[in-house]
């Protein structure tokens, strides 16, 4: 199973289109510390023929370009982009979908929450149904949707996207707006969470034992965009557990046994993505990767599945 992240940014990627926080200036200045970075996706495929997207940003078309195995390899036209699964319906994880339109066939998995919020806005039919069918997933039952790679979807607690919001919107609620994603083949498993409002019980039980945890990143501190003058929410208005403090992701996560623990869908304003910071050098300390676009996760068959399978 190989998984790639595409894009390790939150909305608006690094640096983002009109911000001068710290971390973007140095961005902007072309400062080796603080690489470029795109907004949220992930490319998984099990032997590397097809590939299924894990939502799909406003940068999927410099993503794909950046990305050699999803490049088209065959005919006039072709693509190893074969499915596309949405963990909710925020605008970096579904805008890339006008980008995918041109008559390509692929599925499109996603909750029935996703899929009605899709259907209710006449934009996305640009993406035509007859040519790319959405396909209901139900929590907690597997399918597959590329052939070899299980995916399960799990409830994570969320809000409803930004551009659905209502005035007093519902903060951390369980269930089919908000979902991380289990992988798993030849018993080897990945867990995908990019938004997370909270470390639940539920949350901590299900990533207990997996090889690699690919988690919500995008604030340090529940004030990061407060304290760095571009903004008024916290972390929890956004649907986003900080990295830091006593129910942040490194402390509540802390006794889960996970063999890589990476931070993704990273905000431009978190002080972990310049490469010599001390915030840096504290989430790695702490076990944690700072994810980078292009970055790779090649999981073989599992030591217990080899030796139990014939020579
Ligand atoms: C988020 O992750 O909080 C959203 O992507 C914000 C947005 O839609 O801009
Ligand atoms: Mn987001
Ligand atoms: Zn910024």
Known sequence: MQAIVLGS??????????????VCRLAWAGDPRVRPRTQSGLAVSYGGEAWL??????????????TPVLHPRSGSRHSPIQAVLLTNGDIDHVAGLFTLRESQPFDLFATAGILDAIAANRIFDVVNPACVPRREVRLEAPFEPVPGLLATLFPVPGKAPLWLEGEDPVIGE???GTVGVMFEADGRRIAYVPGCARVSDDLRQRVDGVDALLFDGTVLEDDDLI???VGTKTGWRMGHVPINGAKGAIAALAGCSIGQRVFVHINNTNPILIDDSAERRHVEESGWTVAYDG??????MSAELAKASPE
């Open 9 to 22: 940014a939150a909305g608006g990627g690094v640096p983002q289109w009109n911000c001068r926080c710290p």
């Open 53 to 66: 997207l894990v939502n799909a940003s406003p940068d999927i078309r410099q993503q794909i370009a950046a």
């Open 174 to 176: 369980v269930g089919e």
């Open 227 to 229: 304290r760095a003058g």
């Open 295 to 300: 970055l790779m996760l090649d999981f073989a």
